[in-house]
Each structure stands twice: as C-alpha cells, then as structure tokens.
C-alpha cells in the first residue's frame, strides 16, 4: 500500500452531508449508491466520440443487473467472459447476436456455455487455444487477440495475454488450416490510459497488418476489436473522452469502410456513476496520527486499491477547520486492509461518514467476503 499514492481529499461542510446520511438512515452503511443516468451520459459521450464503432460493455468492470439492464436498455453490446456473466445477461434477457466472448483462454464447458447461448465471436491468442474451436469451426468466428504491451498504464493488460504482431499471420494460417476463420484483431492497450498514444500505435499496427494479410490471403479480416483503457477522473488531469478519442478515430481512418470496428470500454461507462458511503466505526491515537476504522476496506469496495491500482477521490464531512495527518484504515483484522495513509484530514469522530467518489468500477466487482464482514449494500438512485 505504501506505493499507491494518497487520495485526494475535499473536506465539505457537515450540513453537505445530509442527502447521504438519509440514504444510510434507509439502507444501512456501507453502500454502493449506482446512478443510472451517469452510465447513460457515459455511453452516449463515449458513442459520439468514436462514431461508428459497436460499444460491447466489458461487464467485469461492474456485473450489477441495474448497470447491464441500462446499457442493454441503450442497445449496447456486451463482453462476456465467463459462463457466469452468460447466466447475468440470460437474466435480462440480452440477445446473444450483441455479445462477444472475450476471454483468450478457455474450457471446452465456457466454450460450449458460450454457444448454447448463442454467442459466436470468440477471442483466442495462440494455437493451442484455437485448436479447441476445431470442434465448432462451423459455428464460430475468431479474433485474434495482440499483446501490445503498456508498462506504463496502472493495468498493463497485455502482459498475460496477446500475441506478438509477428505471430499474427502465422496463427491466422494455422487457423485457415483447421477450417476456422479468424475475421479480426483485437487488443488491450492497457486500463486507465492517460495517454491515447498506445492505442493509436495499436491500431496503426494492426491495421497494417490487416491490410498485408488481405492482399495476399482468400479469407479476409473485416474487424478491429480496440479493446478498452478509456479513462475517467480519479482526480489527476485526465483528457476528456473527446481529446482522448481523437488521435484514435485519425488512426482508425486507415481502415476500409467496410471493416466493423469494436470496442470493450469496461471502467468508463460505470466508474464515474459510483459513490461508495461508508462510517467510521471506531478511532485510535497512534503515534503517526489519529486512525479511523471504516465500515469498508479493501477487502470490500476498496478493493480497486489493491487489485485496480486506483486511488479514489475521497470526501470528508466537518465544520472544524483543524487538519491533521490521519489514516483511513478499513474495518478487517488484516494490516494490509488501509485505505489511505497520512491525509490531511480534520478530526472525525465515530459515526462520521467518509465518501469515496468514480466508484463504480472494479470496486463490488472485486469484493471479497474476508473477516465475514457483511458487504456493502448496491443502492440504485437517479439522484446520488
Ligand atoms: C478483455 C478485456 N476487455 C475490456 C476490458 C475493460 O477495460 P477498461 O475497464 O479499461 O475499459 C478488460 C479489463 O480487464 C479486459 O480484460
């Protein structure tokens, strides 16, 4: 934990409070407060921004049915992984044609789930992988996933996955070989961006090895999946998903008309629509300051702290102008479980509450039920 940097904090007046402490009043603290219309305002930002290209909601980033019925509602399409994200998406009845299964790495049972469902697009990224879909070569379509490693992003999603760009022609005809056809690429550039040079760098690539492929080969590829990595505030400067978009649609501009382009915003659509409520339990004066025992740790929606990387704009509640270096500490027996050391805060008090803004992203998501302390309620309100 010593490495994350700390939160930013705000310190707002008490009587700002009241709104949040009357939805803990109904539901209980912790929660999860999900604002729909947010995930709304993030989808169509996002479908302006990259005009033409088909948005599949990557629902590991938040499996809630509130957030899947809502973007279902818009017409998004979704990223599967998982037989258990099939099974959420059965549930609000999503039509498999709006789905892709994005994992590179499968059983033969998730294969099958997939396709009992309907899903026929499948991601893959060597040839062991692809040799399991010889079974189904008439019933299913290939992308091929390509590591464009990003050291630099907080998740650096083509480190455990992806092909080099030189292995592509060659697994591409390997597949041709077994009878499957592999019709696209698709890449990660790596989660909360900053910058949108790896994904124009990945697109550049991949289209030109695309349109090499084409010129010499009968079964063409016709799609570009450019994976996810937009970004959202967690209160550092972050371009706004126009600027960021931009050099990405210059770069898809080298692409044929007729090629589909496809994207996996996961993080984007839902972090910003998140506002987790927790209270202090408990307080103690250590030697480095007061600490303050959270109802939620990282073990629970503060777990992005641990496996996203993520630092989540924090909001205290207090009228005393006295600040002083203090340590928001979640409520497990676990040293590890702290959720931000050494901030400037003013003195709380059990009861208090402390709010956590953007996050709605890889927070319930991960969330584990250590300690047996009882998760945070998800609470779904148009006005959060
Ligand atoms: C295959 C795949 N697609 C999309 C996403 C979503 O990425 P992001 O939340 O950065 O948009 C992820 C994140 O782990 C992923 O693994």
Redesign the pocket.
Known sequence: MDSLPAPPVVVRSQADSEPLRALLARHGSPLLVLDPDIIRQRYQALTAALPGVKLYF?I??NPHPSVLSTLAALGSGF?I?TSGEIDLLKAERVSPERCIH??PIKRDQDIRDALRFGCTTF?VDNLSEIAKFSPYRKRVGLLL?VSFPNPDSP?D?SRK?GCTPEQVVALAEQADALGLHVKGL?F?A????LSPENHQLAIARCAELMLDYNRRHERPFSILDI????PVPYGVDTPTITDFCQPLRAALAALPPHFTVLA?????LVAEAGTAITTVIGTAERPGGPWYYLDDGVYDLFSGRIYDHATYPLEVFSDDAKRLPSTLAGPTCDSIDVVAEQVALPPLEIGDIVVGRVMG??TNASATDFNLFPRARVVVTESA
Do not use: N
């Not at 790596?190 to 961006?193: E, I, L, T």
């Open positions: 990557a590991k980033a990223d992984a994005t994992h991601v996933r998740v999603l996955f698709s990660h790596g989660s909360q961006c994976g996810g990595g937009f996996e915003p996961g993080r984007f992203a890889y």
